[in-house]
């Protein structure tokens, strides 16, 4: 197998020219068989097989920098530097991450997972290697759905006055994780065009050239006539105006196209932009045909494509999926928003039905927001659907365009809490925190699926900005006679004890249903309350409790900086409630990829591990 020659970075050098087109396949057939099992980010990696293999055919691995947008298509880049071993444990706890990690090896140059950042970290790199004098390479390479995200724009306005080489690599499928999106999408399609009428004009004119006697006049013609064409097409005219070398389009799948771009590339002292046409997908043709399907999959079946997971019962997204759906027959205002996450966060029946009312704005989280600003200040309902770690990225559009406004706007706050495999990049851990600062900002969360259906009926009503964060994953289904309506502010009791109170965060509901079954198995009856509103804090019911409790144990997949514990401590402390107040949480360090209840447990806040420390805390206090 030529795949084993590979051992290290720059080993693809040492092929023979022949060797190289059945490595391309070797590495198709490898990851086909390695994600199929494990689940990955399979349509983009295959998408991109000989475009890694150019780039490391060309430049000097670990002294050259590739920065990986995204990072979610380094997986043959992984492959060409010694990493075949790590696809067994991809995206397991303590195995291989998906995206590129500095600390895995010295060849990934800059971590990624939130999209659009390629290009300024590789002008970071650009910069420093001039003031400190080296002369390495820097390579960013951006899809064509990272392109709609605003940070890429501000990253190539910033590198167009350069004056020493920046190779950017423009890794265009025409696809996001779904269809792309908007003006951008729509150019680049334009210089697609523009190169396919370039060689069928000139297929054309060789034709027409033969004939005898007219040949040469029309020719001539059509060679006038392209040249009023050509003003709708000249290729690259975006980039160039800018001030950013355009080469391109360059066939994706053609190695030898695209070493000779990398190398014309290499010469200029500028920012050049290569484009390079890739199909997502590419040699496997369940992912070709469904590329959004494959983009992001679990373990499937290879000759059938088909999924090996059953699909079970209802996840927190499908109960947003049809209660957003209902909603909107009732309500004509409401319109809903993703940032290129329709399929992730439920959106595509909405989008199917009620086409006028929904936006899919490209991978533009902070757009999104004030959009959505807008459209309330205008009178409409926007519900904001989006992924509780891309939120991050809208911080200051929260506060400065919603919340200061105090405008109706529904955040429907998806993968909220521990995500999984994609790791310490897409963990949701930070929204309680980074919401409940925000002044006029309600944030509510479910314990199960129907007070999630509940809670977002509340919030379509509720005249000011609220955020409803759930997990990823099936929704709860126990509790279903805890249903009383929501009422502002107020949490709900689930069942009344004494000495100690459980205080849960919407989907913790589960273990902290087992931790009080533990502590009644040891002869405690605890008090269990499903917090509901995370800002405001339920006040009265804290001051209320601590006539017959002295142990108040907040529980919150969330970090603990910041969170709902803290606010119950701060409360606590305010009134000097006499109560001891013992959180659980994430603790200030990133948590890496996994098993979401191997997870639990590394960040002790599993059932076991929360049960024990109530126990001793208690005693303790007990003994005092
Ligand atoms: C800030 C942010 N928003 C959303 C995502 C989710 N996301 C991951 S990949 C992707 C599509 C990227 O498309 P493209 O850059 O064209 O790469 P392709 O998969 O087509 O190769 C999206 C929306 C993300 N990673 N980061
Ligand atoms: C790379 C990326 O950001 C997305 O593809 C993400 O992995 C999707 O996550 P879900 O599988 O939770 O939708
Ligand atoms: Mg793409």
Partial sequence: MVLEKIQKANDIKKLKPEELEVLAQEIRDFLIEKISVTGGHLASNLGVVELTMAMHLIFDLPEDKIIWDVGHQAYTHKLLTGRKAGFDDLRKYGGMSGFPKRKESDCDAFDTGHSSTSISAGLGYVEAREILGQDHKVISVIGDGAMTGGMAYEALNNAAGLKSNFIIVLNDNNMSIS????????????????????????????????????????????????????????????????????????????????????????????????????????????????????????????????????????????????????????????????????????????????????????????????????????????????????????????????????????????????VGSDGETHQGVFDLSFLSTIPNMTVMAPKNKWELADMLRFAIQYPGPVAVRYPRGTAYTGLEEFRAPIEYGKSEVIQTGEGIVLLSVGHMMETALQVSDSLRERGIQSTLVNSRFVKPVDEKLLEELSKLHTLYVTIEENVLAGGYGAQVLAYVEKKRLPVQVESFGIPDEYVEHGNIEVLRKEVMLDADTITERILSVYQKRQQE
């Fill in 179 to 418: 269809e792309n999106v908007g003006g951008m999408s729509k150019y680049l399609d334009g210089l697609r065009t523009a190169s396919a009428y370039t060689g069928l004009k000139k297929g054309v004119e060789a034709a027409l050239g033969k004939l005898p006697y007219i040949g040469a006049r029309v020719t001539g013609h059509i060679r006038k006539a392209k040249s009023g064409i050509k003003q709708l097409f000249v290729p690259g005219m975006f980039f160039e105006d800018m001030g950013i070398t355009y080469l391109g389009p360059v066939d994706g799948h053609d190695l030898k196209a695209l070493c000779r771009a990398f190398r014309e590339a290499e010469k200029l002292q500028n920012a050049v932009l290569v484009h390079v046409i890739t199909t997502k997908g590419k040699g496997y043709l369940p992912a070709e045909k469904y590329p959004s399907q494959f983009h992001g999959t679990g373990p499937f079946d290879i000759e059938t494509g088909q999924a090996k997971e059953k699909a079970g019962e209802d996840s927190y997204t499908d109960v947003f999926s049809k209660v957003i759906y209902r909603e909107a027959k009732k309500e004509p205002k409401l319109v809903a928003i993703t940032a290129a996450m329709a399929g992730g966060t439920g959106l595509v029946p909405f989008s199917k039905t009620y086409r006028d009312r929904f936006f899919d704005v490209g991978i533009a989280e902070e757009h999104a927001v004030t959009f959505a600003a807008g459209l309330a200040a205008a009178g409409l309902k926007p519900v904001v659907a989006i992924y509780s770690s891309f939120l991050q990225r809208a911080y200051d559009q929260l506060i400065h365009d919603v919340c200061l406004q105090n405008l109706p706007v529904v955040f429907a706050i998806d993968r909220a809490g521990l």
